[in-house]
């Protein structure tokens, strides 16, 4: 009699909260980030140089993870792998602005919500024209026709010039230029910023 293979444990699997085909591009999915399974693709990220500003350089895997493990109790705080086809493209984090230093800097409306978006390295291949179009494209689908926000606003800081020119490319309108207080927030220091405000309405808002 052979012997039967042990069963394989069960795994949470975690349905996209945003689904959307773009024509050229594949099928990009948005997921709720898993702070344990994604700990290792995320902390590579954040880990480059390219990331400085995501403000996680010099952490190890396991602080990136406790620090998403300590967002995901959070209401207003939320944070979600991006994917293209299958592959993990971006990391995306929302959160409410009313309950974000950011409120200290500008008048925060009904509708409004913010947006942090770090894109994953290119591959040995180099270039990838029109992905970050397309990214940007659908995650204001999501915050706009999923969620039924109003209004997005990002705060990149104002030396990345890279990630400004790229929202201003993608019909975001600039706002004023401001410095976001020093917070502590459990598991991790978060440093004063000079940021540029930047804000994208949805149409008909």
Do not use: C
């Not at 950011?102 to 994953?120: C, F, N």
């Amino acid at each position: 009699m052979s012997e039967q293979p042990a069963p394989v444990p069960a795994t949470t699997v975690r349905e996209p909260v945003h689904e959307e085909v773009v024509d050229g591009f594949g099928t990009v999915r948005i997921r709720a980030l898993d702070p344990r399974a994604d700990a290792e693709v995320v902390h590579g990220w954040v880990s480059q140089e390219r990331a400085l500003f995501w403000g996680m350089n010099g952490l190890t895997r396991d602080q990136v993870s406790e620090i998403y493990a300590h967002m995901a109790t959070l209401d207003t705080h939320h944070a979600f792998l991006v994917l293209r086809d299958a592959d993990p493209v971006a990391l995306l984090q929302t959160y409410e602005p009313e309950a974000d230093r950011v409120s200290e800097v500008y008048d925060v409306l009904p509708g409004d919500i913010g947006v942090h978006l770090l894109l994953a390295p290119a591959g040995p291949g180099g270039g990838r024209r029109g992905w970050t179009s397309a990214l940007v494209t659908v995650v204001t689908s999501y915050v706009f026709r999923t969620l039924g926000r109003r209004r997005v606003v990002v705060d990149p800081d104002v030396r990345n010039e890279k990630a400004i020119a790229r929202f201003l490319r993608q019909g975001f309108r600039a706002g004023p230029v401001v410095v976001l207080p020093e917070v502590d927030l459990p598991d991790v220091h978060v440093p004063e910023k000079k940021a540029q405000l930047a804000f994208l309405e949805r149409e008909g808002a």
